[in-house]
Nanobody, 117 residues
Framework: QVRVEESGGGVVRTGESLRLSCQVSGPSVSHDAMSWFRQPPGKDREAVATITWNGYHRNYEDFAKGRFTISRNNAENTMYLDMTNLNPGDTAVYYC??????????WGQGTQVTVSS
């Protein structure tokens, strides 16, 4: 059974940075793409970024381009999201997405990011 734990969230001010981590336990995901999603207050969950199994290809939503960097360490079954120049619009619960057939599964509780103005 896959177990996912997101961490690294917190309360920061506009313009500050955070590094989120996603630790996966159980079956190895070293040969799978992985993703970050987020759910802002009162809104649906949305994609943030995706990374291929080898890290060679990364895709970002427009709001993340130039500010967020997705990366992974397959030896440690860990994925990261480095976020810079945060603004209140980035306030959300951030989730790690693991492939589940043709969609993504969210096994973790997420990590809360709150950006104050």
């Amino acid at each position: 059974q896959v177990r996912v734990e997101e961490s690294g969230g917190g309360v920061v001010r506009t313009g500050e940075s955070l590094r989120l981590s996603c630790q996966v336990s159980g079956p190895s995901v070293s040969h799978d793409a992985m993703s970050w999603f987020r759910q802002p207050p009162g809104k649906d969950r949305e994609a943030v970024a995706t990374i291929t199994w080898n890290g060679y290809h990364r895709n970002y939503e427009d709001f993340a381009k130039g500010r967020f960097t997705i990366s992974r360490n397959n030896a440690e079954n860990t994925m990261y999201l480095d976020m810079t120049n945060l603004n209140p619009g980035d306030t959300a619960v951030y989730y790690c997405g693991v492939p589940n057939g043709q969609t993504w599964a969210f096994w973790g509780q997420g990590t809360q990011v709150t950006v104050s103005s």
